[in-house]
């Protein structure tokens, strides 16, 4: 059964930084895309980063381009996202998904993309 728990998340104040985790259990992260996303209060879901199977290449909105990294720990068998210099437009609800087909992150495929866990809320704000 596919399972993803995400932590992480918690207040913190413009210019701060998170480290997200994404514990996934069912498969292992070398087999699958897995992508970051994230849910605002009034706005629809958009992707933030994905990274492929073997964590070789990876895709950020233009908008946290330079401030957040995605990697993959395969021994831990989690995704992680380092969110730097927070900004208050990151505040969301955040969330990975992976489409149990697609190894490779491709911008067109995000739509069928699942979510096999409740995200973890991450508010910036002074």
């Known amino acids: 059964q596919l399972q993803f728990v995400e932590s992480g998340g918690g207040f913190v104040q413009p210019g701060g930084s998170l480290r997200l985790s994404c514990a996934v259990s069912g498969f292992t992260v070398d087999s699958y895309a897995i992508a970051w996303f994230r849910q605002a209060p009034g706005k629809e879901r958009e992707v933030v980063s994905c990274?492929?199977?073997?964590?070789?290449?990876?895709v950020y909105r233009d908008s946290v381009k330079g401030r957040f990294t995605i990697i993959k720990d395969n021994a831990k068998n989690t995704v992680y996202l380092q969110m730097n210099k927070l900004k208050p437009e990151n505040t969301a609800v955040y969330f990975c998904a992976d489409d149990p087909v697609q190894t490779s992150c491709v911008i067109t495929t995000f739509p069928s993309y699942e979510y096999w866990g409740q995200g973890t809320q991450v508010t910036v704000s002074s």
């Open positions: 990274i492929n199977n073997f964590g070789g290449d990876t």
